[in-house]
C-alpha cells in the first residue's frame, strides 16, 4: 500500500522559511514523477514543484528561485525547502506521486498523479 504522509508546516512570518518532508513508500513504479502541490482557501489546487526518477526538476512560476524540490532515497522522503515565504504561499502543501518519468507543461493540474498525501498547513503572515 503506497504511503504519502507531509509533514513540516507551520506557522511563520513573511520572510522566513520552511522546509516541508513527505515520508513515501509501498510504490513499485519503476519510474516516477513525485512532487508538491498547494490549494489555498477558494483557490484552485496549483502545482509547485515536481521532481523524477531522474532528478529532472521544474517549479511554477510564482515559486522559482525560492523553493527547492529534493528526494533523500535513502530516507524515502521528498522535502521541499521554501525560502523568502510570502503570504500568498499560505496554503495545504500535498505531495503526489504518479507512474512514469515523463512530464509536460501541464504538470501543474496534478492530473495523473495516482497517489496523494492528506497534507500539510502552511501559514505566512506580513
Known amino acids: 500500500q503506497v504511503h504519502l504522509e507531509e509533514s513540516g508546516g507551520g506557522s511563520v512570518q513573511a520572510g522566513e522559511s520552511l522546509r516541508l518532508s513527505c515520508l513515501a513508500y509501498g510504490y513499485t513504479y519503476n519510474t516516477y514523477r513525485m512532487g508538491w502541490f498547494r490549494q489555498a482557501p477558494g483557490k484552485q489546487r496549483e502545482g509547485v514543484a515536481i521532481m523524477n526518477t531522474f532528478g529532472r526538476t521544474a517549479y511554477a512560476d510564482s515559486v522559482t528561485g525560492r523553493f527547492t524540490i529534493s528526494k533523500d532515497n535513502a530516507k524515502a522522503t521528498l522535502y521541499l525547502e521554501m525560502n523568502s515565504l510570502k503570504p500568498e504561499d499560505t496554503a495545504m502543501y500535498y505531495c503526489?506521486?504518479?507512474?512514469?518519468?515523463?512530464?509536460?507543461?501541464?504538470?501543474?493540474?496534478?492530473?495523473?498523479?495516482?497517489?496523494w498525501g492528506k497534507g500539510t498547513l502552511v501559514t505566512i503572515s506580513s
Open positions: 503526489a506521486i504518479g507512474p512514469g518519468a515523463t512530464y509536460n507543461g501541464s504538470w501543474t493540474t496534478g492530473n495523473g498523479m495516482a497517489y
